[in-house]
């Protein structure tokens, strides 16, 4: 076994040929109706990671068409007027998609700035009735929250079949692991969610022919846990000391990218697999949003 060596699923290259899609539908949209996808961005406060993040989605829009509506707004700014920023959006008919970057100050309610923003524009898929639909069988949620997406497009598109298959996710977040489990039921896996308080995890996850790793801890998942031939998909992004970086720090995921690769059949790179992912997800919601605002 030991010269074993996992495919590495290039996150970047898949992202490409989205955007590539993407592109040429946007074209499309624009020949038939003269109108292009628009993504509104809100950004409170000066964040520099949210900012990075948001226009590194800018430059995305950019690529495949997509117009930019950018709303920053100052750290300070009421729970009431940031509802009303919302609703002139809402109301907007060249935004088509509205994301509300997160986390949000303390004094703003999350929950309640998610809820107004518009079912037909929730291209984050965070809207409690877009979750709800997400999580009921038989029904369709409008939008799909990105990095879930991301990950089963992933998987999808390198030929890896879900039905029937034995899925553990690690870690619960309403951001990706609550999702994706939710996903996986829909395509007929047999999920486990393993989390936090978890007894035996390792021994959970051995028996995982595909794995989604968003747990937020640097290298949990070593390469013992893993059960030959497995695909593993890494959502961890955690910073660790690295001192001959210029910047002092590395990325590594969730999971022992070295010893996996000895065991995995497929594997996920940090950086580089899911995080392109998660962005091309938003475009292809934004155009989706588009086509169903412009065609019906």
Request: with cysteine; hydrophobic share 40%; proline share 5%.
């Amino acid at each position: 076994m030991s010269d074993h060596k996992a495919t590495v699923i290039d996150g970047k290259a898949v992202a490409q040929t989205i955007r590539s899609e993407i592109a040429a539908e946007v074209h499309r949209l624009f020949e038939a109706y003269k109108k292009v996808p628009g993504l509104a961005v809100v950004i409170v406060g000066k964040k520099k990671d949210s900012q990075t993040y948001v226009n590194m989605k800018r430059k995305a829009c950019a690529e495949v068409g997509i117009k930019s509506f950018d709303l920053d707004l100052p750290e300070e700014v009421s729970e009431s007027e940031l509802i009303c920023k919302v609703h002139e959006l809402n109301a907007d008919p060249d935004v088509h998609g509205i994301l509300v970057q997160l986390p949000l100050p303390k004094h703003i309610n999350e929950e309640k700035i998610l809820s107004e923003i518009s079912l037909g524009k929730d291209v984050d898929g965070f809207h409690p009735l877009n979750i709800g639909k997400l999580s009921m069988k038989g029904r369709d949620p409008m939008f799909v929250p990105c990095t879930p997406k991301g990950c089963l497009e992933l998987l999808k598109r390198n030929g890896i079949s879900i039905k029937g298959k034995n899925a553990v996710v690690v870690g619960r977040s309403n951001i990706v692991g609550l999702p994706v489990s939710m996903l996986l039921l829909k395509e007929d896996a047999t999920v486990t969610v393993v989390h936090s308080r978890t007894k035996e995890p390792e021994n959970i996850i051995r028996n995982a022919d595909i794995i989604i790793a968003a747990a937020g801890q640097a290298k949990m998942i070593k390469g013992s846990w893993i059960k030959p031939g497995a695909a593993v998909i890494d959502v961890g992004t955690n910073a660790v000391d690295d001192p001959s970086k210029i910047s002092g720090y590395k990325l590594v995921g969730d999971v022992d990218f070295e010893e996996a690769c000895k065991v995995a059949g497929w594997i996920t790179p940090v950086p580089g697999g899911v995080g392109p992912m998660t962005v091309a997800m938003l475009l292809k919601n934004t155009l989706d949003g588009a086509i169903r605002a412009l065609e019906g």
